[in-house]
């Protein structure tokens, strides 16, 4: 198991870099220094002065990959991609462009609000979800079962946008049931929280009931379970004893896979509802070209994609008898 | 002067492929057995007709030139002036909409301004009151802030929205095909380098990558509205498209899924017995791809395209929220959304905007969702034996 879960983590490295590459590739050679800093600088009337001042004080004035003016290993420490995107590698996220602030602190200190959101839509929205596709799962082929198929496709094909559009105006502004936006410290952030956990809940909500009723029926259809039925077995016991318990491999593979995303937010949420997340940090960076708080958001996000990847792989093997480690 | 954009000829080639697919149902291959397993339910079809007056909508709309513009200006020049406005084919039959430009807001089919403004009446006096509209009556769907026409910006949006579905899918089909296949079927070094490369991609979340990358090329070239002389090349084919590079990116992040889907059936079809015995008979390796293994992936490949459309539309509306979606000047369900925003927390409520924007979006993403869960059904043969 160990020596699984370190090749499992080895074969990380080279894609790590590999994103890190990537990332320096785009920001810093397509998008060269020169034009972040005529950016921030404004577009116009710009002197070549203040690019290279704008330049040295952000410490974009070396050389991309390799410093052919240095000697030894400054070669390639005394450049860009070395002082800029390496560090990366060890998570030291610099400072922003715009604002100077420290990115790494800031990551750490909006991680909590994001949490706060995105912890109660992922477990409300499983349960709610998993109980509804159960039910269909009983009652397959009955008027109910069509009717909610039917509704999940409707709801599939709205918006999220018109969700929380709607959410806040119904919710928020009509019957005045919860504040339309805002965040607070602590205890406090309840009531701005239900909102944003009702809107994200309802609005996966198609999606995730279609395919966790797939997922049952598939089980459903198994051999052991025609033998489960042949011994005499209710309906019951053969869905919830056996169905539930092998359809659960791939339910909690799907969720394994999303618990990193958790950190990350949602980049609608947050910014609509205000909440001081990494979510909203990145809309934020978006909107005044802070590219270097793009490209650590960037990496920070293909890194939880990475350890999601692999924490599904060691959960396959922890759920499912089936797969040994080879 | 036909003015074509690099964007619309996903719109033609879209076409051409319905096209296409009509023609070969009128005999008994595979596209025949698809069209009535299609046909048995009335859904299926009733979706699909919706889903052609959308694309019938976008053809118009992509169908375009500029008016010469016969002054005494252009007249002293050597050579004809054209108009920087290049209409469409679409803009033009709904030209009565289009220049039914109002002062401001006015809610639907009213004959009154929304908002009250001052009014000097013949006694001398001045009063504030709902200004008459100067085309009462013809906004179906009222009008905007600026006192544009609502359903017509909404029928805008059908174009940015069916490029968007279909053209993000069509750029990268042919390189997902031919990677995947060469990962697939050569396997060994050539296996793992492609493997790299897409899980590298696949590693960096999408929205940002988008985001990067549309921050980066995005203010390049054509963004939509008029047509500056310098976005225009050989006078009529406009190549730098800004809807074009969101294409591209929406690709190149959905890029990876149908890559890995078309490697995992190439290893399994090039084991096949057919296969084999093509081999055997001597069939060389390229012969082999092409006349055995690509045919036979091509479900996949429709699958795909059919599933990711409506995902596209949506994203495509989220994406010109946060702003690097389409540019302001393009008719985008997206844009209209972000411009009214705010506007149900006015005091009398504006509800028609989004209500316009919503109902196009929703009207085009439903019947595709019906549509691709049918032909999922009609091609996977798995599913079809159920």
Not at chain 2, 302 to 318: D, M, Y
């Amino acid at each position: 198991m160990l020596t699984y879960i370190i090749r499992r983590l080895l074969y990380a490295i080279p894609i790590i870099l590999g994103v890190n590459m990537l990332t320096a590739a785009l920001f810093f050679q397509i998008n060269t220094p020169d034009d972040m800093a005529r950016r921030m600088l404004g577009e116009k009337n710009v002197t070549v002065d203040a690019i290279e001042n704008w330049k040295r004080e952000h410490g974009y004035d070396r050389p991309a990959f390799v410093n052919t003016g240095a000697s030894g290993t400054a070669m390639f420490t005394q450049t860009v991609f070395f002082q800029k995107s390496a560090p990366l590698l060890w998570f030291d996220f610099g400072r922003s462009d715009r604002n100077n602030i420290n990115i790494g602190l800031e990551i750490r200190n909006r991680m909590w609000p994001s949490l706060a959101v995105s912890i109660p839509i992922f477990m409300a929205g499983l349960i709610v979800e998993i109980f509804i596709a159960m039910m269909l799962a009983y009652w397959r082929g009955s008027v109910l079962d069509l009717a909610v198929v039917v509704l999940s496709v409707v709801m599939m094909s709205v918006s999220t946008l018109f969700y929380i559009i709607a959410g806040q105006f119904m919710l928020g502004k009509v019957f005045k049931l919860f504040p339309i936006s805002g965040y607070d410290t602590g205890i406090y952030s309840f009531k701005f929280l239900v909102l944003p956990v009702v809107i994200g809940v309802i609005s996966s909500m198609g999606v995730g009931v279609r395919f966790y009723r797939t997922v049952f029926l598939e089980e459903m259809g198994r051999d052991y379970i025609r033998t489960a039925r042949a011994k005499g077995l209710s309906e019951g016991t053969v869905l919830f004893k056996h169905g539930l318990r092998n359809a659960m491999i791939p339910v909690l593979t799907n969720v394994v896979v999303s618990i990193p995303f958790l950190f990350y937010g949602s980049l609608l949420m947050e910014t609509f509802f205000a909440i001081p997340g990494l979510g909203s940090f990145t809309i934020d960076a978006i909107q005044s070209q802070d590219f270097a708080v793009v490209r650590s958001m960037v990496y920070l996000g293909s890194i939880l994609y990475i350890v999601g990847l692999i924490l599904t792989d060691i959960s396959y093997t922890l759920f499912d008898p089936r797969i040994r480690l080879g | 002067m036909p003015i074509i954009l690099a964007t619309d000829l996903f719109v033609y080639l879209l076409v051409a492929a319905g096209a296409y697919f009509v023609v070969k149902t009128r005999g008994a291959g595979q596209a025949a057995d698809v069209l009535r397993e299609l046909r048995k339910r009335r859904l299926t079809m009733a979706a699909l007709t919706v889903l052609a007056i959308y694309a019938g909508v976008a053809l118009m709309d992509s169908v375009r030139w500029r008016d010469a513009l016969d002054s005494d200006v252009a007249a002293g020049n050597n050579g004809r002036i054209y108009s920087p406005e290049a209409l469409s084919l679409l803009d033009r039959a709904l030209g009565g909409l289009r220049l039914a430009q109002e002062k401001t807001y006015s809610s639907p089919l009213a004959s009154r301004l929304f908002t009250k403004e001052n009014a000097l009446l013949a006694s001398g006096e001045v009063r504030r009151e709902y200004a008459p509209l100067k085309y009462p009556g013809i906004h179906l769907l009222g009008t905007d802030k600026v006192g544009s026409d609502v359903l017509y910006m909404a029928v805008k949006g059908v174009r940015t929205a069916i490029i968007i579905g279909a053209g993000a899918t069509i750029i990268i089909i042919p390189f997902a095909i031919f990677f995947g296949v060469i990962a697939g079927y050569f396997g060994g070094v050539i296996d793992d380098v492609i493997q790299y490369v897409y899980t590298t991609l696949a590693s960096i979340p999408g929205v940002l990558l988008i985001v990067a990358f549309m921050l980066l090329f995005g203010n390049r070239g054509y963004q939509g509205g008029s047509v500056a002389p310098d976005d225009v090349v050989l006078g009529v084919f406009v190549p730098n498209d800004r809807l074009m590079w969101l294409c591209l990116i929406l690709g190149i992040t959905s890029w990876t899924d149908l890559c890995r889907l078309i490697r995992g059936e190439t290893l399994k079809l090039r084991e096949l017995e057919y296969v084999q015995a093509a081999r055997a008979l001597g069939a060389g390796k390229l012969r082999i791809i092409y006349a055995h293994v690509v045919p036979n992936l091509m479900h996949l490949v429709v699958i795909t395209f059919v599933l990711q459309f409506s995902s596209l539309v949506l994203a495509e509306a989220v994406l010109s929220y946060i702003g690097i979606g389409v540019g302001p000047q393009t008719g985008s369900w997206g844009n209209m959304i972000n411009t009214a925003r705010l506007e149900l927390s006015r005091a009398p409520v504006v509800w028609w905007n989004l209500a316009g924007a919503f109902a196009g979006m929703f009207f085009l993403v439903l019947p595709a969702n019906v549509f691709a869960d049918a032909v999922r059904d009609a091609l996977d043969p798995r599913l079809r034996n159920r």
